[in-house]
């Protein structure tokens, strides 16, 4: 059976079925995406491994540097989602060897401009030729147990939240893949923001610092997927009354008949906004705390028993979206 | 100016002129393959990246799953080099969507096979569609810091070792690229080295934990790079007395016309042996320690002031071997 046919989810499945589980490993092999170690008394090693090829995630326009950049931000984000500070980044590149100098040069510059941005180091690397161009970076963070936010603990009642807006990276694949036209203003917002996004570094900390998150993520694989895992290592369901979507977003998606909505959960990605539940009795503290980093967030749904994410009115929010190996699933083609 | 106009060495230079070393890190970004950084107190982690590429790394007749337990061989042994011991990998495989499943499955018993027999479970990893498989592993190591062993520390007097025998590597090269003929049993011998080598985790601790090792790396570069390495960051020349070169593999250069000196010297790599040099009053001390473990090493020359790395009748051993992007500099084509 070709991997197409079988596609990432259940390849992690797989390898999560043939891999032992390191029993000191708090977060889960193929539960959560990053893992967590003691390394000494309630000190933790917070750890996360994240790759961009260029044939599957280097945008049209894109620079080499913006990708490099972007390699550190996915892995930031990861820890970030885990309340872990970043201590020391590795990478790993191939490249071919017909590639300009330059190239590698733009590459070293966006590991050393996100270096310097997230206050982490790159210690290591190794360097290989390859028929395509890909950049794997490692990130290891550190933090505390009684700091650390996995991804399970959710409970029926917490309350479902995320930071900032969802929706500019979905406008960014239409603007780029489908060929919609906007405004040069928005168009350069939302490509920016695909281009060269920042994990919510600060945010995360100030999170996890807070004492009352019970899990969290980030939705880098889209809103709808990253939902559906929330409710499904968590064991419970997850009802939607909201989606904080970019007034912009919402009118280029309607002037195209698309329902903003499914554009939000479905149609993006590789946005580096944190999702969490909270207990209500804690949304007062989240408050105080992200708001003194200037960070806007958004109660949108809340935890219930059952099964499966679902919108105010009963509609089902399916686990689609992008997915490696089968790419979009049952994406739009308007 | 194209990547193979240019070469790893020079590139890695680059890329450290580019980035900027962390101040905390004490092994030299660019000076050593792995990185040491103080986590609490006098505990260091220790990390490294190394990853393989099919169309560069993959050899003819060696499996999937040899092809990521050797992954993970390159960076067991890199962090052995250095006194550490495994706490935790991570794996970020690229593959091809056209690839059957059993490959990807392959790819997961390798890892798992390594973990075991290192002892360090796979904590982590990501995946996605490429169009080559590479896979590219990340090891985290802890060790104190009065037992890290850097590439650093050499000095005029000390003694320069190997463990085990080199050129078992070169042969497997001559065999499978070269088409050179030997019996089966050498054969066997040669490509079981080369398809799933062992890293020497045990000696590299042991080593360690004498506290009389004043540099140590392994010769995965090949010998002649490996030596030129260690005398460059040292400011130190180095003078070899004799290679250990199994008997098979002598025999079989010498048919073939070649000396074996150079087959070992420039003809190899990806030999997990150990290099290291000792004060010559701590040698009974190491010769102890290896015993224990069932190791043999030799006694292969002597640093001294100067630079470059000489035979003792002063032939000039000269820093060539396979390097990415250029391939073998001045490899024989006999």
Known sequence: MKLSDIGEKRLIEIASSILEQ???????LGVDDAAAKPIYDDLYAVMHTDVLVESTDKLPGQSYRDLAYKAVTANVSDIAAKGAKP???????????????????ELMLGLKDSSSSYGCYVVGGDLSSSRELFIAITILGLTYRDRI??????KP??????????????????????????????RRTVLERIYRPRARLDEGLTLASTGVVSSCMDVSDGLAISLNTLAEVNGVSILIDRIPIPEG???????YGMDPIDIALYEGGEEY???????????????????????RFSVIGYVAEGLGVYLSHGERVEARGWQHFVG???RSTS
Do not use: H, N, Q
């Open 273 to 295: 906004e944190l999702l969490f539940t909270v207990k209500p009795s804690g949304l007062r503290i989240v408050e105080d705390a992200l708001s003194k980093l200037g960070c």
């Open 87 to 105: 201590y020391a980044l590795l990478s790993a590149i191939g490249i071919p060897r017909v590639y300009d100098l330059d190239v590698f040069e």
């Open 328 to 330: 979009w699933s049952s």
């Open 22 to 28: 390191d029993p000191d490993e708090i977060l889960g």
């Open 249 to 255: 977003v919402s009118y280029v998606a309607e002037r």
């Open 157 to 186: 009642g917490d309350l479902v939240c995320v930071t900032g807006e969802i929706g500019y990276t979905s406008l960014a694949y239409k603007i780029l893949f489908d060929g919609w036209r906007v405004d040069d203003d928005l």
């Open 149 to 154: 936010m996995g991804r399970r603990g959710a």
